[in-house]
């Protein structure tokens, strides 16, 4: 199969649900926020975030291992033919664009912050006691995130 990098369906779909729908879903809720504090006269400081770098490596959506029934194996490594390496490529590579249309987005707003919590939890050794699954963290991964809220939070 071609690389995370090269494949065109991937690539399209991202650009097609990040930067099109995802990007008009979050405009559509800073505008209001912008309204409401313009209306009130509060300037509320908002947070936003990516995920993490997630790895695909088939843990049950609640404990376990590998199985058609997680979040993303099934489709990076099943549908698609891909090893973990690439799966975890494709991963980075999708929630990196995220975070870019945060940040380019964010920019148009002087109360909006994001948080860069991509590769928080993937920079341990050993990921898995941070990750409960696939996608979400485990309490020590969530504290992990927190402290990266709590960082910027204490800069504004």
């Not at 090269?6 to 930067?19: G, L, N, S, V």
């Not at 939890?121 to 991964?141: M, V």
């Amino acid at each position: 199969p071609a690389s995370a990098n090269t494949d065109p369906i991937i690539k399209q779909k991202a650009d097609q649900k990040i930067d099109g729908e995802l990007r008009g879903y979050y405009a559509l809720i800073l505008e209001d926020v912008k309204t409401l504090c313009t209306q009130y006269g509060a300037n509320v400081p908002v947070l936003l975030h990516p995920y993490d770098h997630p790895i695909p490596d088939g843990r049950w959506v609640w404990g376990g291992s590998a199985n058609p029934w997680s979040w993303l194996y099934p489709y990076i490594t099943t549908d698609k033919g891909y090893d973990l390496a690439v799966g975890k490529q494709i991963m980075r590579d999708i929630i990196d664009k995220f975070h870019a249309m945060q940040k380019s987005l964010a920019a148009q707003y002087p109360n909006v912050t994001v948080v860069g919590t991509p590769g928080t939890l993937g920079a341990f050794p050993d990921y898995k006691e941070y990750w409960e699954n696939e996608l979400h963290p485990r309490p020590e991964g969530v504290v992990q995130i927190g402290k990266k809220f709590a960082d910027v939070l204490n800069d504004l």
